[in-house]
């Protein structure tokens, strides 16, 4: 867009001339000082960071990042995970470390429920992968949806009704007063025993002493966690010692520039015709 002038901070001038800010993890207050802004960028999917600033300028729209490849890597790093529990991976590394030799039989895919929690921009596209892989795919949502091949549930209700037969649970969610702890101790006694978790969404979603004790109890029998309450995770966290636990360390999906700049100059091109933003976040609902 040579049109528009870029300005890297801290080289960004008078703040009164900035119309559009891109940000992540800015220090809270920050953004008040630019005083024209037509509109606040989010470089990633998740504004829960964002939205918890008490100086965030009122009736600014704020655009979160939906980026094509962001998408794509979500969709290749579930469909890893989910391979990875149900043709028992776990169980291969046990006794790999044992010396044993011991083929074992996955069930077949069709009679494995996968459920995702979040049917969002990441959350369907996942569930339509894993669909096509043909996984009995369930997914849960705050408003009711309707999508091929997916078994759909929704709100706070239905919750226990999608978790009860859920094998592998990948939460999907955006952090907001509604979903933070969502992986707690009573949900995860719904689950049947032995499941698995993949928690790609944000640290604060899950209660850590509860997953520990799930563990412990074999009601999880393993869990991937990308995303952590304080990142990065502590060097004396008990997750990085545990036999049940797999880190990776907040890079799930990253947001690509290359990708994520066309999102953004399209954005910000509709804006400057005079059209509505897209991606535009609710602070009502937090997302
Ligand atoms: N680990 C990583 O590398 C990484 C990368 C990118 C994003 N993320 C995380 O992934 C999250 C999801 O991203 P997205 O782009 O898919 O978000 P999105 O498009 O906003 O979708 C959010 C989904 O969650 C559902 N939801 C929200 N509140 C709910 C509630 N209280 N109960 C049940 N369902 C609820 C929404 O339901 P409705 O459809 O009914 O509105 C929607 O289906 C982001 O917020 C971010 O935290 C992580």
């Excluded at 990875?84 to 009679?111: F, I, N």
């Excluded at 006694?189 to 604060?204: K, S, T």
């Amino acid at each position: 867009m040579p049109m528009l002038e870029i300005r890297l901070w801290p080289d960004a001038g008078d703040p009164a001339e900035i119309d559009y800010v891109l940000a992540w993890n800015h220090p809270d207050g920050f953004l008040m000082r630019f005083s024209n802004l037509r509109a606040i960028y989010s470089m990633g999917a998740g504004v829960d960071r964002l939205l918890k600033d008490p100086g965030l300028p009122e009736g600014v729209p704020i655009v979160r990042m939906v980026d094509p490849s962001l998408v794509a890597g979500m969709n290749e790093f579930v469909l890893m995970r989910v391979l990875h529990y149900h043709r028992r991976m776990p169980e291969y590394e046990v006794q790999q470390r044992a010396g044993l030799w011991g083929p074992l039989r996955p069930p077949l895919a069709e009679d494995r429920k996968v459920g995702i929690m979040g049917l969002g921009q990441l959350g369907r596209t996942c569930a339509a992968s894993l669909a096509g892989l043909g996984f009995a795919v369930r997914g849960w949502s705050r408003t009711p949806k309707s999508l091929s091949g997916v078994q759909c549930f929704a709100g706070i209700a239905q919750l226990p009704a999608f978790l009860g037969e859920t094998e592998i649970l990948i939460c999907l969610l955006p952090l907001t007063p509604e979903t933070e702890g969502i992986l707690n101790a009573t949900h995860f006694a719904q689950l049947p025993q032995g499941a698995f978790l993949v928690n790609v969404a944000r640290g604060a979603h899950l209660v850590e002493e509860d997953l520990i004790f799930a563990l412990e109890t074999g009601r999880i029998a393993h869990a991937t966690l990308d995303v952590f309450r304080a990142e990065p995770l502590a060097a004396d966290h008990p997750f990085w010692t545990h036999p049940r636990v797999a880190i990776i360390p907040h890079a799930a999906a990253l947001t690509q520039p290359r990708t994520a700049a066309r999102t953004v100059a399209a954005n910000i091109a509709r804006d400057r015709a005079g059209e509505p933003l897209q991606d535009v976040v609710d602070r009502q609902t937090g997302y």
